[in-house]
């Protein structure tokens, strides 16, 4: 399974929609010692990982750069995807401006395969949305 299946798998399978890097917890985090720690996922709801850091002193900068970089992880996966999809739909208007007779007797093969990469490109938007 590729990076793009897994990807869809697990969206398929875990938390839907956006996450922030506060959610609110009564949890608690015991590192043997003080610590800082954020929820990180849907807002409102409770959190599906935690950033942690081992000490609280001087560490606030760290542990927001770690929270927000989490929180990032769905739309990061929307951008990957799209670009999959992108990067799809090139390949196939490249395969069929190089598959399509361009000469003057045969103008008509061309024009199919351009409706069939926006048929591709339709049906990417659709699964998409």
């Known amino acids: 399974m590729d990076l793009f299946e897994q990807i869809r798998e697990d969206r398929k399978a875990g938390t839907k929609g956006s996450w922030t890097d506060r959610c609110e917890t009564e949890w608690s985090v015991d590192t043997e010692g003080e610590n800082t720690y954020c929820g990180i996922g849907p807002e409102g709801r409770n959190p599906v990982a935690m950033a942690v850091v081992n000490s609280a002193w001087g560490k606030d900068r760290v542990l927001d750069a770690n929270a927000r970089r989490l929180a990032r992880v769905p739309e990061m996966e929307d951008a990957l995807l799209a670009a999959e999809g992108a ?22 093969a061309f024009d199919e395969a351009l409706a069939g990469a926006r048929a591709f490109v339709d049906s990417f938007e659709a699964k998409v949305k």
């Open 87 to 108: 990067a799809n739909w090139l390949d196939v208007l490249l395969t069929a401006i190089n598959s399509a007779s361009c000469e003057p007797e045969d103008p008509e």
